[in-house]
């Protein structure tokens, strides 16, 4: 029988682990970004907005049969679970979320200068989070300094953010060229936006990259395609988009080695989504997924039982027994199963540069 190599043997450990506590080290955190750390803000926000609004399960509305990353994250970090920011009236002392799914890392302004019309009206970009944030702020601490010293105690999670200014681009039938000139402007938006939670005194920011978008069932099921040279024959994605995701992480991993060196005095962490999606699709049996990386959980049919007009939540859906065979919930977001390991690998590693746990060590040690 062949022996398989160290590093397949941790990551099936790390598939099947949960995220064991880390010591008490954090007072708080902030979580920004879009529907893969959203905890309920877009049901908040837009309950009684919208028709046929989807069910999403408790304790809060998120998109997955059950936690999220930031879940994990806070679990290990010894905090409560996030309350979605607004959610008024909570007591945000131990932090606070701010993403919303369907948010952007550019204006809506952008979008509407660009002929963008695919982009829901709804504003909750990146500034907007920030603007929130500064709301936030004022229930928690009541001077520059004492604020400074609260933040600085935090862990600030900065993302995912660009996956929706590019996917609502492709809906507007920009070509891959026409997508990938936006990346600049969305790592630049980014960077702004951690150098104004760092003047705010945070210390320890997480910034996620991009998911490889050629490989969500969604993208697989719209942009189709009988080019078999389209797909990558290694894990059945679109490597089209999956280009656009791979020079987003590039870029931004540049950018925030240059912001690094610009704050020695902050830990800025690249936290890595791509690869371990790429891992799950290429072999997703070693993770325990049995019905593989691209067939969906909960929806309505199709190569990938993923269905526009029977998405899950919606009538005409319907959802798998086992979650935890399935690496995506419902053609766009992940499972809590992936979720958990993603987790565990920003803690530890290897999917995080450097490891948060690492961090925390040497502050505590220093």
Request: glycine share 8%.
């Given at each position: ?27 708080a ?8 750390s959203?905890t309920?803000?877009f049901?908040?926000?837009?309950s ?11 304790p ?9 990353v ?7 970090l010894?905090?409560?679970l996030l ?5 008024k ?5 131990q ?19 660009n002929?963008?019309?695919?982009i ?17 702020k004022?229930t928690?601490?009541?001077?520059p300094?004492?604020c400074?010293?609260y933040?600085?105690k935090a ?17 507007a039938?920009?070509?891959?060229e026409q997508?990938?000139?936006?990346v600049?402007?969305?790592v ?8 104004a939670?760092?003047d ?30 389209e ?5 059945g994605?679109?490597?089209r ?18 912001l690094q060196?610009r ?9 890595d ?17 049995k ?17 526009m007009?029977?998405?899950c ?15 995506s919930w419902d ?10 390991f993603?987790?565990n690998t ?5 999917y ?5 746990a690492?961090i925390?060590?040497?502050d505590m040690?220093?």
């Amino acid at each position: 029988m062949e022996r398989l190599p160290p590093w397949c043997i941790l990551l099936m450990c790390l598939a099947v682990a949960t995220a064991d506590p880390l010591p008490q080290y954090y007072n708080a955190i902030f979580s920004f970004g879009d529907s893969f750390s959203d905890t309920g803000n877009f049901v908040i926000i837009n309950s009684g907005k919208l028709p046929n609004m989807p069910k999403f399960p408790p304790p809060y509305a998120r998109c997955s049969n059950g936690r999220l990353v930031i879940d994990f994250l806070a679990e290990a970090l010894g905090l409560p679970l996030l309350p979605p920011s607004a959610n008024k009236g909570t007591n945000f002392s131990q932090g606070a979320n701010f993403a919303v799914m369907g948010a952007t890392a550019l204006d809506l302004k952008f979008f509407r200068d660009n002929n963008v019309w695919s982009i829901p009206p709804f504003n909750t970009s990146m500034n907007c989070q920030l603007e929130w944030f500064q709301e936030v702020k004022q229930t928690i601490c009541s001077s520059p300094q004492e604020c400074k010293e609260y933040f600085g105690k935090a862990l600030f999670v900065f993302g995912e953010f660009g996956g929706n200014d590019y996917s609502f681009a492709w809906k507007a039938d920009w070509t891959n060229e026409q997508v990938k000139g936006m990346v600049p402007k969305v790592v630049a938006s980014m960077i702004g936006g951690i150098e104004a939670v760092l003047d705010e005194g945070a210390r320890h920011v997480v910034v996620p990259g991009n998911l490889p978008a050629g490989c969500i069932p969604i993208t697989l099921t719209v942009y189709a395609t009988e080019d078999a040279s389209e797909y990558d024959p290694r894990t059945g994605c679109l490597k089209r988009f999956n280009s656009v995701a791979l020079y987003h992480n590039a870029l931004l991993r540049i950018e925030l080695d240059r912001l690094q060196r610009r704050r020695p005095e902050s830990r800025i962490i690249y936290a890595d989504y791509y690869t371990p999606y790429i891992h799950f699709a290429r072999t997703p049996h070693l993770y325990g997924y049995k019905r593989g990386a691209l067939r969906v959980c909960c929806g309505g049919g199709g190569p990938y039982n993923y269905n526009m007009s029977a998405s899950c939540g919606l009538p005409g859906a319907t959802v798998c027994e086992d979650p935890d065979a399935h690496v995506s919930w419902d053609g766009v977001h992940l499972t809590e199963a992936p979720y958990r390991f993603i987790a565990n690998t920003w803690l530890k590693g290897p999917y995080a540069h450097p490891p948060l746990a690492s961090i925390i060590r040497d502050d505590m040690v220093y």
